[in-house]
C-alpha cells in the first residue's frame, strides 16, 4: 500500500507496474526513493501531474511515468505504447492478447468497475482468458487484494491502455 494513494488508482497502477518489472522481471533501478516506497509513490504522483480528488489520465499516466523514469534519471524503458479510442488503430482484444503474451503488463483505463460510467478506474493487466461467455482480463487492481481479479473486456467500456517494457 501506498499510504495516501490507496484510492487514487493511477498512482496505484503505475507503482504496481514498476513492481512486476522490479519483482518478477528483476529490472533494477525504478524507484526514486527506494527505501520509501511511499515517497517514491508521491515524486510518481508529481510527474502524472496527479490531482487529489480528480485522479489523471491515462495519457497523463503514461507521459507522467515516461517523465519520472527521465527526471529521476532510473532505468529508462525500452519501449512504451499508448493506445485509447481515438489512436489510429484504436486498441483490440488482438492487441491487448499480443502484448500480455509477450510477458508486458498493461495500465488500463476502464469505467468497467463504475456501472453508472461516473468515474474510470486504472488496473494492470496481467492476463487473460477467452471464455464461453466473453474475453476477461486478469488485473492486478489497487482496491482489492484478490489474487483473482477479472474483468470482462467490452470495448465500449474501455478508455486507453499503455505499456513500458524494459525487454
Not at 110 to 134: M, R, W
Request: proline share 3%.
Amino acid at each position: 500500500a501506498f499510504s495516501e494513494f490507496d484510492q487514487n488508482c493511477s498512482i496505484v497502477c503505475g507503482m504496481n507496474l514498476l513492481r512486476y518489472w522490479k519483482e518478477q522481471r528483476g529490472i533494477t533501478n525504478l524507484y526514486s526513493s527506494p527505501y520509501n516506497i511511499n515517497a517514491t509513490a508521491a515524486q510518481l504522483a508529481v510527474q502524472i501531474k496527479f490531482v487529489n480528488g480528480e485522479g489523471a489520465s491515462a495519457l497523463d499516466a503514461w507521459s507522467g511515468m515516461r517523465s519520472y523514469l527521465s527526471v529521476y534519471k532510473l532505468n529508462q524503458e525500452k519501449g512504451s505504447d499508448y493506445i485509447s479510442k481515438t489512436t489510429n488503430p484504436p486498441f483490440s482484444w488482438n492487441w491487448i492478447t499480443t502484448v500480455i503474451k509477450g510477458g508486458i503488463p498493461i495500465y488500463i483505463g476502464t469505467y468497467a468497475f463504475d456501472s453508472q460510467k461516473k468515474e474510470p478506474h486504472a488496473v494492470l493487466g496481467i492476463g487473460y482468458q477467452n471464455c464461453s461467455d466473453g474475453n476477461w482480463i486478469r488485473v492486478a487492481n489497487g482496491y482489492s487484494t484478490s489474487l483473482s481479479n477479472f474483468f470482462k473486456y467490452t470495448y465500449r467500456d474501455e478508455i486507453a491502455m499503455f505499456y513500458l517494457r524494459w525487454v
